[in-house]
């Protein structure tokens, strides 16, 4: 209890300790993270309140790396997978520009998925820019989706050759960027059987503000203050890593992708082009190739969508990604 109240917290005010304390960060990079603190209370407070008393997950520390442990949210659902001895496995990974976030993010839709397909879903976390810059985050997701492959089954009694995986914004680049481990992809037993992002960002090449701005959005951005903190994760790397699809999943090769891929594509975004130029490059490579059936890449565009809208349980295209 004492352990969980303290991890809360330190969630909670992470900003306020790195701007305050963190004196191997620029000041220029450390104000704007103290400025994020304010929005960090409302951005955390909205998804984690309702699961205050209840909830429909439990949360563990997994023991990926021998002293920091990773914070997952398991959603069990009633049903048992079909019938099978073992559920398939389902990892998601929360949004939150490589800055912040928490797995609860994403609990009512984790929470749908395993009610509605009898999977095991963990939501699991990873270290956060401006202190941890590329390849930390993807690093850690690497290995704690290696952890979970190597314990699902007796832990959960979950098939990680039964494995699929999701990510919003953040989490989506990582979703795409997590198959380069050779046992993700190819003929692996535990390779992906199929990604869903949404709104993922998938080129990270650019700066933010070197990004084209659709048409429905506004053309003035009152935080374009925080774009450096929102470029603090791959700034750093992006010269020495700039055709790396561990940073840019946008530059993947359609070899180490699985043949299931869903894009949830908000019109009303920022990364909208990026999303829509790898779908159809995987797609016609695909079909140059001799591709049969149905494409690889299927997509979803919402003309009502924004960056994050699939996070409110009242939104209207929520069941699509069922």
């Known amino acids: 209890m004492t352990h969980n109240l303290f991890n809360g917290l330190r969630i909670f005010f992470r900003p306020l300790l790195v701007g305050l304390f963190n004196t191997t960060i620029s000041w220029s990079m450390r104000w704007r993270v103290l400025v994020l603190q304010q929005f960090v209370f409302l951005t955390y407070t909205i998804p984690a309140a309702p699961y205050l008393f209840s909830r429909p997950f439990v949360t563990e520390y997994l023991p990926v790396f021998p002293k920091r442990s990773v914070r997952t949210l398991v959603f069990r659902g009633k049903g048992t997978g079909t019938g099978r001895k073992l559920r398939p496995l389902h990892i998601d990974i929360h949004g939150g520009a490589f800055i912040g976030g928490i797995a609860e993010q994403d609990a009512s839709i984790c929470e749908m998925w395993a009610n ?141 992708l699985p043949d299931r891929i869903l894009m949830v594509i908000a019109e009303t975004d920022i990364l909208l082009e990026e999303q829509t130029q790898f779908a159809k490059r995987i797609n016609e490579e695909d079909e140059r190739a001799g591709w049969v059936g149905k494409p690889r890449v299927e997509t979803m565009f919402a003309p009502e969508g924004f960056h994050g809208w699939l996070e409110r349980k009242s939104s209207p295209s929520r069941h699509l990604v069922k």
């Open 116 to 256: 509605e397909t009898g999977a095991i879903v963990l939501s699991i976390t990873y270290r956060f820019a401006p202190e941890h810059v590329f390849p930390a985050a993807i690093d850690d997701v690497d290995a704690t989706v290696q952890w979970i492959k190597d314990n699902a089954e007796s832990r959960w009694g979950a098939d990680p050759t039964l494995l699929t995986v999701s990510g919003a914004s953040a989490g989506g680049n990582m979703a795409v960027a997590s198959t380069q481990q050779p046992n993700c992809h190819g003929a692996s037993p535990t390779a992906y059987k199929g990604i869903i992002t949404s709104y993922g960002v998938y080129e990270l090449r650019l700066a933010p503000w070197q990004k084209p701005i659709p048409e429905k959005m506004p053309k003035s951005d009152p935080a374009a203050f925080l774009q450096p903190l929102f470029d603090s994760y791959a700034a750093p790397a992006r010269a020495r890593h700039i055709d790396d699809p561990r940073l840019s999943p946008i530059v993947a090769n359609r070899e180490t």
